[in-house]
Structures are given as structure tokens and as C-alpha cells.
């Protein structure tokens, strides 16, 4: 099987730019990727494919070849992915499926979504979209409600409290208080995370993350043009997975087999395993998501996640620093955009470009995207400082 | 390079079935391509690529688990593609990246969409959708008036005339007539097509496709997978290209770019050239579609598509049979099904399995799908009695 290897990356900042377009947030991402990829001009592309939900209609089809026109990709295979939150990990799987079959040399994968120009109901159609349609959306079950009855579920089984959601709200807006490009990019305090209103109990508004506006965009590889860039980091290992889209239909509450499955596949690809992760970008939508993300990727056993939150082992500084982006709570969540953003995240980490969240001696980063409540997810394992 | 296989096809009928659903129309595809397809069983699919426009706004997000689920896949990897009409094009060119990258052995390409439960306003939008969003739709360009502009460019640079897209639609109707699964199944004769009311001028009813509900699905394999099967045709080139969105943004409107280089890079990869077709399914969304196509696929030179309608050479028993399953205007056009949907009727061409519109003697198919009107083109060239 072929290498692959991600060579640049780039992102917007995220946040509420409602007076961005799609494209000129692709734009922004896609500059800064190129920038970031001594080695590769635009005229190398072979492939582009672009993550998005397609929120607020702006150009329902054909929005992959309609970004990558606007950066003068007009020509290239550009084609849209949706998998709903896991729109843009699953885009980046696939350029790597791209590179690894010898029909493309050089692949962008990117996402995109534009969010904050509607009116709060609009947004909230938008979000409940990634829910189940007949019996989860159309009987009123919000998106937030969605992962309510999971945090529900996890609290009665084992030894956590509604502290445990506040400390990953804590943990990652201290980390996003480090990222320029972060939406929310401020530190709260664990009062402050305790106390606010409530969203869907036992969520409040800091178990939730935003909903935000902005693009990534990540270059893809194959080894001899990467051994030709100024930074390369090698696509270890790649899995995905699906699974029931509504909750109800589901065997566990507790846990999301598709994240399970999706790391499996990516760790044995990877001949590696949870031990040798140095860092991981988890998808963080509700903080309970972080919780289960923790013992779905095997970071701990079952039920173990509150005593690894409790411990600081996931903080920037602990042993497995997890989203030290700031995760979506805290950098925020324009759907199309996370899982390619996730991918800029550990391409920085892992070339030592982190700045003052640089985890320290990162040689193996994970990423972990989820689609809904976990319809989809795709998890990357990549490994730095082999070529 | 792995070689890539199809090893089974299936698809719905097209038609108007508002009281079918997406799931239902996808799951009668699916069930078909795995009878078809002795020697895979569902626990052998490794990935499943799911072509959707989301017409109708049934499952926004996450449709490809959703209907990827219904037939008991849950838990492999799924995703929806999007490039408006030929969003299952691409599905059947990821399918066999997945396999081409040694990432999957087995691999489900499908697409369905289900049009006709909508008033016939509603439905104009979607189709609109598939158009340039800022300066087509939302100027009031409909996707009609988008071909019949470049219909009026051609008839003013060459030596053809409107009977010329009447004689594309009896054509096509003769063999959907012959095809069990067609939308519209009937024949139509010359007069007819000259005397239906206009659409867009120069266009008139018997010069458009209709809007159509259905499904398809087709199983790409390996080479080892594929030599215990029945039946199987090797993917020999695969070609995709993108093209500005805008038709008005394009250098040429009696050329569709995305197609030229879709089919240079498939016949490239094939070491074939148009010479070597012995039929081909193109994406005749309207009349003058299908002669553009004609001349972008290098069966004659620019402007020699009026003469190889004249000389019968696409018919059925001519020397280049194009369309023999009846095109998008007589087969239909759901959407995203249409794309699968041509490489199901090459499959049975191929195999010797298209009753009475078996191409005689056919052993070299190319299909071509385009997306609005030339955003995004996919061209594969598929070899039977290979394995």
C-alpha cells in the first residue's frame, strides 16, 4: 500500500463572521495549507475533496467544485462529502484513499460551513439535521438533547457527576485561551462551568460547544512529493465506521461504536495502539462526547474517563494532553470544517508549529470525528519526524 | 496499481413512486447487486459510498449510514457524496479508490433520490440547486434555460438544427422502450418530438429528461475478490474533472470542458481511446447534452454530432450504440442514482445480460455523468470478459 503523508495545513480563525462566504473561508484555509507546503503549487493538485453539511443553502450542489473554482482549482476532481459533523475527517480519509491508490500524487481535503447569518431557529434546524429524522428530529428531540440522554445514561452507570462535564469545559477553553484562531477563545473558570444555564439537563451551556463559522484545509501527499515538502507527517493509519443513526436503535448509550470500531481499524493499520498516542483531537460537540471518546479510544477502561479528567492526565501539560486546540468547545464548530480542522491541529503539533499549546515531544497525534451522535466517525493516527 | 472490478449491479425501477422511500428504492438496488453478484456476501463489504443530491430534505445529514443501515450494513464505513447530478459517478470512482488503495477489498457504490412527492415548484428549485447559485438561480435561470443556452450556441456555430435533439430523443425512447426499468418505456416518433410544447427555447418537452425517483447500486472488488465471482468487468480508466460553476463564467458554451478532460484522463488510464468503445451511456439531461457529449468524448470531431445522429451510428444496432438502457430522457434521471445507474446497464451490457438491448459483440463500455451543467464531469471505461 502506498504512503500518504499530510504537507500543509491550514485553517480561518472560526467564530461568528457573518459577513464571510463559504468561499472566501475555503480561501483562508486553503492559502494558509499552500503556504505551509513548501514543495507543492497549486498546479500539483490532483484531487480535491471538500467536507460540508450544506447549513444555510447558500449552493446546495456542486459547493466542492464552487470552492475550488474560487482558489483557481477550476480543472481538478472536486467533489462534496457529508457526513454530517464528520463531513471533513471523512474528507480527509478520502484523500488519502486517493493518494494511496496511485490516481492522485497530491490531494486537498477541506471542509467549510457558514452558520451564524441565520436566526437562532434556523441554526437549531440545521444542527437537528444531523440527528435521526423520523423519531428523533420530527418528534422534537434537539441535537443537544440528543447527547442529554447519553449523559443521562453515563451518569447513572458509573461513578461520575455533572463536575466531570465543567472540567472539560474548563480544561479545553484553557487550551483555546492559547489559540489565535480559537471562536471562544477565553479561559473559564470551574465555577463559571458549574454554573451556567442549563441546555438539555444535565447539559448546561458550558457542556456544549458553539456553533461557529470557518474552513480547514489539509494537503495529502504521496512520499516521494512529500520527501520533496518542508514538513511531512506520516498517515499511519486511517479508520472509519459507521453505525445506526438513531440513538434509540442502539445497544449502548454509553458508548459510540463507531468511534470504537473507526480507532481499531486506524490502530491496526497503524501497528500501534492508545499507548503510543502522544496527543488527541477528540470530538468534543457536548462534553460528554470528550468523556466517551476517552474510553472508546482506549485511553482508559470503561468508566474510567471521570479519573482521567479528575487526574489532569488529559490536560496540555499531563500525560495524553486530549484537544489541545481547545476542541470544539472551545475553537469552536462550523461543521464541514472540524474534522479537516482537527488534521490542521495535529499537522502543527506534530511540526512543532504549536506555539504556546505545543505538547511537548509530540511524535504520535490522534484525531477523532464523529458524525451526529455517531452515525459516522473516522479517526486518524499520524506519526511525525519520519521523513 | 490494484486493478478494480465490478462484480455486481443492481438498480430500481426509475419512475414516479411518491409513496417509496429513499431507504426502500435503495435497499431493491442493493438486494439486486448482491444477487447479482455470486460470490460476495454483505459481511464482505468494506465500504459503502452513498451519491445524493438530499432532494426533499428527508435525511440531511448522515444519509449514507442512514440508508446504508436500512440494508444491514451498520457499521461499515459510509459516507454521501455530492456533485448535484453526477454525485453516484463519483461514488462508483471513490468505490474503486478504496479498493485501488488496498483499503478495501469489497466496496458498495450506490445513489438514489426520490423527486416526485413534491409540488412541481418545489421540485423546479431542487433541480435548480444543481445550478450556479448567485448569478443562474437566484437570477432566474432555470436549469432548462441553462442547456437551452448553450442548445442556442451550438445551433448558431454549426450546421444543426433542432430536429437534430428530436432525433436524440426517439433514439433514446426506442431503446428505453426495450428496457423494463425505464421511467418513460415507450416510443416516440419523430413528429411527436418536433411537436412538443417548448420548455426553453430552443428546447421543448421530448428535449428534456424527467424528474424520476429511484436507486442503483453497484459492488467494486478487488482482483482476487472478483476472480471467484460470477461475472466481473474491470474498471479500466477512471477520469474526473471539474469546470467553473457558472456557465457564463466558461470560455465555451458548446464544449463542456470538465467532460474533455474526464474522458483524456479515463482513456488515458485505460490505454484505450474512443475508437475502442463499442457503446456508451452519456448523461443526456437534455438533447443538446447528448450531442456535446459526442463531440467532449471524442466520438466525432466539433460539430460532427449532427451527422452521427443522421447516420443512425448511436443507434442501437449502429456502429457506436449510445444510451441502449434509454438515457436520463427515456431510463429517467434521479438524481443521484443516475451515475451507478449508467455503470449498472454498462455491467449488464458487458455481461451479456441486457435482453433485448444487448449491444452486440460489446465487450468495451465507457460511461460519462455530469454534474449541473458541466461543474463536474466522471467518465469510467469499463472492459468485460477480462477475468
Redesign the interface.
Known amino acids: 500500500?502506498?504512503e500518504a503523508y499530510i504537507v500543509g495545513a491550514g485553517q480561518s480563525a472560526y467564530g461568528a463572521f457573518p459577513n464571510e462566504s463559504y468561499r472566501s473561508l475555503f480561501a483562508t484555509a486553503y492559502e494558509e495549507a499552500m503556504d505551509s507546503a513548501g514543495g507543492v503549487d497549486p498546479e500539483d493538485v490532483d484531487e480535491?475533496v471538500i467536507g460540508s453539511?450544506?447549513v444555510g443553502?447558500?449552493?446546495?450542489?456542486?459547493?466542492?467544485?464552487?470552492v475550488?473554482?474560487h482558489v483557481g482549482?477550476?480543472?481538478?476532481?472536486?467533489?462534496?462529502?457529508?457526513?454530517?459533523c464528520a463531513a471533513s475527517g471523512?474528507a480527509v480519509?478520502?484523500a488519502?484513499?486517493?493518494?494511496?491508490?496511485?490516481?492522485a500524487d497530491v490531494a486537498i481535503a477541506g471542509g467549510y460551513e457558514v452558520m451564524t447569518d441565520m436566526s437562532g431557529d434556523v441554526a437549531k434546524y440545521w444542527l437537528g439535521?444531523?440527528?435521526?429524522?423520523e423519531w428523533e428530529r420530527l418528534t422534537g428531540t434537539t441535537f443537544s438533547g440528543v447527547y442529554a440522554q447519553m449523559a443521562s445514561a453515563y451518569l447513572d452507570a458509573y461513578d461520575a457527576t455533572p463536575d466531570h462535564f465543567s472540567k472539560v469545559a474548563v480544561k479545553n477553553h484553557a487550551n483555546g485561551a492559547k489559540n489565535p484562531k480559537a471562536h471562544l477563545g477565553f479561559e473559564c473558570s470551574l465555577e463559571d462551568a458549574q454554573n451556567a444555564p442549563v441546555v438539555a439537563d444535565p447539559l448546561n451551556l458550558y457542556h456544549c460547544c458553539p456553533t461557529s463559522d470557518g474552513a480547514a484545509a489539509v494537503i495529502v501527499a504521496s512520499e516521494d512529493v512529500a520527501s520533496s515538502c518542508d514538513d511531512a507527517v506520516r498517515v499511519a493509519g486511517?479508520g472509519?465506521?459507521?453505525?445506526?443513526?438513531g440513538l434509540f436503535?442502539r445497544e449502548s448509550y454509553t458508548s459510540i461504536?463507531?468511534t470504537a470500531?473507526?480507532a481499531e481499524s486506524a490502530y491496526e493499520m497503524a501497528g500501534l495502539g492508545p499507548d503510543d498516542v502522544d496527543f488527541a483531537e477528540v470530538h468534543d460537540c457536548f462534553a460528554i462526547a470528550e468523556l466517551l471518546a476517552y474510553e472508546d479510544l482506549g485511553f482508559c477502561e470503561r468508566g474510567g474517563a471521570a479519573t482521567l479528567i479528575d487526574d489532569g492526565v488529559t490536560e496540555l501539560d499531563g500525560d495524553l494532553p486530549v484537544n489541545p486546540s481547545g476542541g470544539l468547545k472551545s475553537k469552536g464548530h462550523p461543521i464541514g470544517a472540524t474534522g479537516a480542522g482537527q488534521v490542521v491541529e495535529a499537522f502543527k503539533q506534530l511540526t512543532g508549529h504549536a506555539d504556546d499549546r505545543q505538547v511537548s515531544g509530540a511524535t504520535v497525534g490522534l484525531t477523532h470525528n464523529v458524525?451526529?451522535s455517531g452515525?459516522?466517525a473516522?479517526v486518524h493516527v499520524l506519526e511525525g519526524g519520519v521523513l
Chains 1, 2 share one sequence.
Open positions: 500500500m502506498r480535491a453539511l450544506g443553502g447558500r449552493q446546495l450542489g456542486l459547493s466542492g467544485p464552487a475550488t473554482e482549482l477550476h480543472g481538478v476532481p472536486s467533489s462534496r462529502i457529508e457526513n454530517a471523512y480519509r478520502q488519502v484513499q486517493a493518494v494511496k491508490s496511485g490516481m439535521v444531523s440527528g435521526e429524522t486511517v472509519a465506521a459507521s453505525e445506526r443513526v436503535q461504536e463507531s470500531r473507526a458524525g451526529g452515525g459516522a473516522v
